[in-house]
């Protein structure tokens, strides 16, 4: 064997060993226990395994989970180690990896919705785009994903890379028109030097932090657009209600919607929105995402009702926003947390049932936000019970609240809350200065 052979393959060992190292010491540092199934995962390391897909011809499935998030952990612990069919399947028909962080993805060609907590794309080793999977919503964040929703996902990306490239022209609108390839790079992206560091819990870039930065941008120039806020609407928004297991059976069209005008049915599968070959409800979720909040069309294929027109008005992307942790970062902040007050509490003061009491437990003294609230009279254990005059109505709650003051005021203008101190009423003027 010739002496370059032999050094070239200690040095590829190496490498190697080193590569493992690292992945090791990142999974230490994130005390991520979900992250070992190094038989199934390539872990944090996404271009290796485009590598490895192009040598194999598989395709790509890339998962991407905060690990300090406690949302999704439960679904996530059950892709990553828990669930005999997605092993066998993520091990055998894919090359499969788990990305925690989001400091070294190139964004270009990752693009979906980064307020997840747990999300999965789905690409060739080219960088077309097969598929995404992830969806959430007011309800929780694991209202829609299930291990079925993901398996029946799957089965239909590997249709899609069987007849890849003969169906390309399905799939190229699936990549977004973003440049940026890094997070890092982003414009509006807090604290840079923090996040160059080395990656522990504390300063990893999470996938919100995306959605976050973007709306740093929208903010310099004055008040956000609210239109930039209505991301990723759920087909539910033109009258779709779709099956959360199948991923594209329709299980209901809303009375009087876009959807019923252009004829759908319940029973039939969504194929193609707008070109798009559709495998799940995220899927649908980035084609209605790239449309207008005004008046719009989608073109559709169902599989009874063929291509059909759906027509949108102006406000139809408009939902409940208040989930989304990217929220927080638009103005105006009020930089102070306050639970709903305990029942028992509340009936002590004599709140009905039809409403309900926010206690301020904290306010950030730090902060512009925090320190205008106290300036404005606000204080710690103040009972709020009002706002603008109008008792609470029951179901709202910190992020709900959170997102009215976003949705309906500006920095400089003033929230009149009515709290209770000390078993008396007061009326504050609350100016919103952050």
């Known amino acids: 064997m010739k002496r370059s052979t032999v050094f070239g393959g200690i040095v590829l060992t190496l490498c190697l060993v080193h590569s493992l190292q690292a992945q090791e010491n990142l999974r230490e540092r994130l005390d991520d226990e979900n992250g070992v199934r190094s038989d199934v995962w390539v872990y944090n390391d996404i271009e290796a395994a485009r590598e490895q897909a192009r040598k194999e011809n598989k395709p790509v499935f890339v998962t991407f989970r905060c ?210 070959a559709i495998t799940s409800i995220a899927d649908m979720q980035w084609v209605l995402h790239h449309l207008p909040n005004n008046e719009a069309a989608v073109e559709v294929k169902g599989s009874k009702s063929g291509m059909q027109t759906v027509s949108l008005d102006t406000g139809w992307k408009q939902y409940d926003v208040s989930w989304r942790g990217s929220m927080w970062s ?18 002590e003061l004599g709140i009905d049932d039809a409403n309900t009491a926010l206690e301020v437990k904290w306010i950030n003294r730090g902060s512009e936000g925090g320190k205008g609230a106290i300036a404005s009279g606000l204080r710690q254990n103040d009972i709020v019970i009002a706002m603008e005059g109008k008792p609470l109505k029951d179901g709202m709650n910190p992020k709900s609240l959170n997102t009215y003051i976003k949705l309906n005021y500006v920095v400089g203008q003033e929230l009149p809350i009515t709290v209770i101190r000390n078993g008396k009423k007061m009326e504050l003027k609350i100016k919103l200065v952050e």
């Open 67 to 276: 690990v300090p998030c406690e949302a999704c952990a439960a679904f996530d612990a059950d892709v990553a180690k828990g669930n005999d069919r997605i092993r066998e399947i993520a091990k055998e028909k894919f090359v499969s990896v788990r990305q925690v962080e989001m400091k070294g993805v190139d964004l270009s060609l990752f693009q979906f919705d980064h307020d997840l907590n747990w999300a999965a794309m789905f690409i060739n080793a080219d960088g077309t785009i097969y598929a995404r999977y992830g969806t959430q919503s007011a309800e929780g964040p694991d209202a829609y994903n299930s291990i079925e929703g993901l398996l029946a996902t799957m089965e239909r990306v590997l249709e899609l890379h069987e007849n890849y490239p003969a169906n390309k022209d399905q799939l190229v609108a699936k990549r977004g028109t973003r440049k940026i390839d890094s997070a890092l790079k982003m414009p509006g992206l807090q604290n840079p030097a923090k996040y160059k560091s080395e990656t522990t819990r504390k300063n990893c870039i999470h996938c919100h932090n995306i959605h976050d930065a973007e709306n740093f941008v929208a903010q310099e120039n004055g008040p956000i657009k609210h239109d930039l806020l209505w991301r990723y609407p759920l087909p539910d928004q033109i009258g779709l209600s779709i099956d959360r297991k199948d991923g594209v059976t329709i299980v209901n069209i809303v009375e009087g919607s876009p959807a019923e005008k252009a004829g759908f049915q319940a029973g039939e599968k969504i194929e193609f929105m707008n070109g798009q």
């Open 330 to 347: 638009v103005s105006p902040k009020l930089r102070v947390w306050m639970p709903i007050l305990a029942s028992a509490k509340r009936k």
